[in-house]
């Protein structure tokens, strides 16, 4: 019985690890489709930016109830995890309470700790689907916001009820194994005056009472099974989930924007002509010495200016897209959605993402060569939406992990403007008025310095 | 107004004819040069320079749009063409220092013109203004004539959100001995206008409301008789909501250097 449960156990974590490292390859390969850039200068201040909003989750903090809420569960989880160690030791050797009889000092400290921890983890996965279905926090209702359709939000109450469940799985495991321990049954008579009970988990020991011997080992067996299994599954579940926030979420804040938040990205390649085109000395090195991630020079030829797709794209923004958990923070705070126009920042990384997936599954169906006749912009992002972005960085601003859907919208708008000349007919006129006239209104430049003659006035 | 004091706005053409270089560069503007409400902005603010006595210059007929709203519109051909064409006049007149009331320009020539060749230290007319209050250069005379006004301050997003700096222009604020009350949205947080990115020179798509109509409810509902800001769009924008809301005979829009123009008399 011993043997087969350990054969079955590395059975199945050695395919878990086989999948994850083959949806890992595979999500590496979609944000490499992405433009070369360089983002491992600084790496003091990029460090200090991801200990302080990716570790210390310094922006969840403007709203702090759930600032700390949120904490809760972040520390929690990833605490408990560290139990998840022993959990996979015990079933790859058969043992039981592997760290038990090695650091038996601190072993009930550290599971009374943890027991804390998963109430914490639970409690708040409760709250978070109240707040989500009962009292509707707006962000996250499809009425107000139409890219919450039902994948997301089935995507979050998974997730909330799978870490309630493993979270009950962990604090019962404990409790039907006291319980065992205390009856002095088979092996777990080993551990008995070693392990003491645990701070949360004996309050959970009068529900097992009723059970004999027999089924409280299967009860026993059953929880740790479910425990470990879930944690694995939600392993595999979270690559497909924006959920996957919970690994991405750190290198996507170290490798977010320094420059200030106004700062439009230069486009070289424009500078070099525009230098040949004033007569000027040329300065710029049109692809320069970047290299992408595997220390590959990026093509000399110049592509499309600004982006029609998700390859136009920097690896960064689609890295970005792969770490947005659609919280809603960007389309909270956007004056265009708050006004009722089309546009929302939090579409705009969710778009990407999916479009993403679906060159994903072209690759899955005909190798990694296909192309298929879509793009971001038109099939998932619109005119209207670009159009309506005042670049007031309030989404920049407002997102925990430092997504920015403001360098998205701007480089599909260059796109529609330099590639297919395709913007409004009133920002043609300002165009045209600032090439002629050097304002954006139709005045004469001869006319600029008139505004002096009513100094004395 | 003082009819006996005449105040002198002289260019860098100027400056450079007579051998001289002023301390800064006053970066006027296209809204700041045509727009008729903020030309009385860059004309306080020229009261205000020439008071103080500060050598300064602008650059007169020879200034051109930053480009900004046409790079945010995703014109980079245009944007690039204008900034070029500006950084040779401003390092043909060998420009250190600049200041600026727009801070879509203070942005742009603060953060996107080294990339091409013009670096120079740039500020905003709010961070000049609050130097020159530090400094005791400027001051407010006893309570007048802003005692017992409620103003509140409108942040811009190309000046707050894109560069930090929220602290300057409530300083500025605070010397007028005036009430100052907060918006529930400010700072880091604060609501667009509704212009940035181009919007200004084109209608809003279609929604609910326009972003200035939500905003100037806000500024409203602090009780505020003065609506204070920084920026020549969201001057307009401001202006117009509040037209919107049929307020325009009890609550103001002006621009912090108005503000501190009317407080010295000027």
């Given amino acids: 019985m011993e043997i087969i449960q350990q054969v079955v156990f590395v059975a199945v974590l050695a395919a878990t690890v086989w999948y994850i490292a083959k949806r890992v390859r595979l999500i590496t390969r979609a944000i490499n489709l992405g433009r070369p850039e360089n983002r491992s200068d600084h790496p003091d201040e990029r460090l200090k930016t991801m200990l302080l909003v990716a570790f210390g989750q310094k922006k969840m903090f403007t709203n702090l109830l759930v600032g ?9 989880f990833l605490i ?20 038990a009889p090695y650091i038996t000092p601190i072993y009930p400290i550290l599971i009374d700790v943890f027991e804390l921890l998963a ?56 409790a039907s194994d006291s319980v065992l321990r205390d009856r002095g049954v088979g ?29 409280l080992m299967v009860y026993e067996r059953t929880a740790w099974w479910f425990h470990i299994l879930g944690i694995l599954s939600f392993a595999v579940y979270v690559t497909y989930s924006k959920h996957l926030h919970i690994a991405l979420g750190f290198p996507n804040v170290y490798f977010s924007d320094l420059q200030p938040k106004g700062e439009m990205q230069n486009m ?122 005042t670049t007031c960085q309030a989404c920049v601003n407002a997102c925990p992990i430092n997504i920015n859907p403001l360098d998205i919208i701007l480089q599909l708008r260059r796109y529609r403007v330099m590639e297919e ?14 090439e002629n006239n050097m304002a954006p209104w139709k005045f004469s430049p001869s006319d600029r310095f008139n505004w002096a003659d009513q100094v004395n006035e | 107004m003082t009819t006996e004091k005449t105040y002198k706005v002289p260019t860098m053409a100027d400056m450079m004819a007579s051998g001289e270089e002023p301390e800064i560069l006053f970066w006027v503007g296209c809204a700041g040069s045509f727009d008729d409400r903020y030309k009385r902005v860059t004309i306080a603010f020229v009261r205000i320079l020439n008071h103080v006595g500060i050598k300064f210059a602008v650059l007169g007929p020879e200034e051109a749009c930053t480009g900004d709203p046409a790079r945010r519109a995703g014109n980079e051909f245009l944007f690039q063409m204008q900034a070029m064409s500006n950084i040779q006049v401003l390092n043909g007149y060998n420009v250190k220092k600049i200041v600026t009331a727009c801070p879509h320009c203070f942005n742009t020539l603060k953060n996107e013109y080294p990339e091409l060749g ?27 004539p802003f005692k017992g006004r409620r103003i509140t301050f409108h942040d811009s997003c190309y000046l707050g959100r894109a560069n930090n700096v929220y602290e300057a222009p409530r300083e500025v604020l605070a010397a007028l001995d005036a009430d100052l009350v907060e918006m529930k949205r400010v700072r880091a947080n604060g609501l667009c206008c509704g212009a940035g990115g181009g919007q200004y020179f084109k209608e809003p798509e279609p929604g609910k409301k326009d972003v200035n109509v939500e905003r100037v409810e806000e500024a409203l509902s602090t009780g505020a008789d003065t609506i204070a800001v920084a920026c020549p769009f969201c001057m307009t924008m401001m202006s117009d909501g509040v037209k919107n809301k049929n307020r325009e005979d009890s609550v103001r829009v002006f621009d912090i250097s108005e503000l501190i123009a009317q407080g010295q008399g000027l």
């Avoid at chain 1, 983890?121 to 707006?138: G, M, S």
């Fill in chain 1, 68 to 76: 700390v809420m949120h904490f809760v569960i972040y520390a929690g």
């Fill in chain 1, 80 to 99: 408990v995890n560290i139990e998840v160690l022993e959990i996979i030791l015990d079933g790859v050797l058969g043992t039981h309470r592997l760290f």
């Fill in chain 1, 119 to 174: 109430v914490g983890v639970l409690t708040v996965c409760v709250i978070f689907l109240c707040r989500r279905f009962i009292a509707k926090v707006p962000r996250f209702q499809q009425e107000r916001h139409r890219e919450m359709t039902r994948w997301p939000r089935t995507d979050a109450a998974i997730i909330l009820t799978a870490e309630i469940l493993l979270m009950i799985a962990f604090l019962t495991w404990n």
């Fill in chain 1, 187 to 215: 092996h777990y008579a080993e551990l008995k005056g070693i392990v003491p009970d645990f701070l949360i988990s004996q309050f959970l020991k009068p529900l097992f009472s009723g059970f004999n011997d027999t089924g």
């Fill in chain 1, 268 to 389: 070289p390649e424009i500078t070099k002509e525009v230098q040949l085109a004033l007569g000027l000395p040329v300065t710029t090195e049109v692809g320069g010495s970047q290299t992408n991630d595997n220390g590959e020079q990026p093509p000399a030829e110049i592509g499309r200016f600004g982006a029609k797709d998700v390859q136009d794209l920097k690896w960064i923004n689609l890295m970005n897209a792969y770490s947005c958990t659609e919280c809603g923070r960007c389309t909270s705070a956007c004056p265009a959605n708050i006004t009722g126009k089309k546009l929302s920042p939090r579409k705009i990384m969710m778009d990407t993402r999916d479009r993403l997936e679906e060159i994903q599954q072209g690759w899955k169906a005909n190798g990694y060569d296909y192309k298929d006749d879509k793009s971001l912009l038109n099939d998932y992002i619109t005119a209207e939406e670009l159009n309506a972005c």
């Fill in chain 1, 421 to 434: 000349s395709d913007a409004p007919a009133s920002w043609n006129a300002m165009f045209s008025n600032i």
């Fill in chain 2, 118 to 144: 013009g670096t120079y230290e740039v500020i905003h007319h709010s961070q000049f203004l609050q130097g020159l209050i530090n400094e005791g250069r400027v001051k407010v005379k006893d309570g007048q």
